[in-house]
């Protein structure tokens, strides 16, 4: 079945500092799809890539999606506390019916 | 607007006991409905999906089953809890997920811990 690889697991930085995750498939994905678990919660959808080498930024947030269509990154720049959590990646099965997600990364920031 | 209520929150039960997680969708209709296990670094893990009353798909096997007895409704159920069922369940509901631009929308997740 569809699978995505995501690195790395853990990351921990001093605030100011910035942070990338990154997502990997063996295989082309017709989308991907990021989100953001705070610290107890439940995962909320950030974007999602569509386009080969499409780019897209939210504030201090860039999404890259590869122009083979086979990996994609999250950056922050500058991070704060606030940006604590878990990043997933994710991408629809063959059937389109349901998510497939990646391990996640999990950020850390220390003031 | 849609809403996605699961319940309950927390609960804490002796091995071998039965399991039922339940969760439900306002404000749309016939959605695809799924159930996901987080484990810790495990990420989220999908257990079963549906695309329709009494349509279960299953993507691991394990010792949990699903039911969609309603169009709007999706249970979890085990008959005999093991200690590596404990993890915290996330119910998620969405449209057409092989159309572009939509997503998946989770409930807030029941912690469940197996003693």
């Known amino acids: 079945g569809q699978q995505v690889m995501q690195i790395p697991q853990y990351q921990h930085v001093q605030e100011g500092e910035d942070f990338t995750t990154y997502c990997n498939s063996s295989t082309t994905l017709s989308n991907i799809q990021w989100y953001k678990q705070r610290p107890g919660g439940h995962p909320v959808f950030l974007i999602q890539l569509v386009k080969s080498g499409e780019v897209k930024k939210q504030k201090r947030l860039t999404f890259q999606f590869g122009e083979a269509k086979k990996n994609s990154s999250l950056h922050i720049t500058a991070t704060q506390t606030t940006d604590v959590g878990t990043y997933f990646c994710?991408?629809?099965?063959?059937?389109?019916?349901?998510?497939?997600f990646g391990k996640g990364t999990t950020l850390s920031v220390s003031s | 607007s849609q809403t996605i209520h699961q319940w309950p929150a927390t609960l804490v039960q002796p091995v071998g006991s039965p399991l039922s997680l339940e969760c439900t969708v306002e404000g749309t209709s016939n959605p695809n409905l799924y159930w996901y296990r987080q484990a810790a670094g495990r990420g989220l893990q999908l257990l079963f999906y549906s695309v329709g009353i009494g349509q279960i798909s299953s993507e691991v096997p394990q010792n949990l089953s699903a039911s969609r007895p309603q169009d709007r409704q999706f249970i979890l159920s085990s008959k005999k809890l093991l200690l590596s069922d404990s993890g915290f369940y996330l119910c998620?509901?969405?449209?057409?997920?092989?159309?572009?631009?939509?997503?998946?929308?989770f409930g807030e997740g029941s912690w469940l811990t197996v003693v």
């Open positions: 998620a509901w969405s449209v057409d997920l092989g159309r572009a631009g939509n997503t998946i929308y």
């Open positions: 994710a991408v629809t099965n063959q059937a389109g019916t349901a998510l497939i």
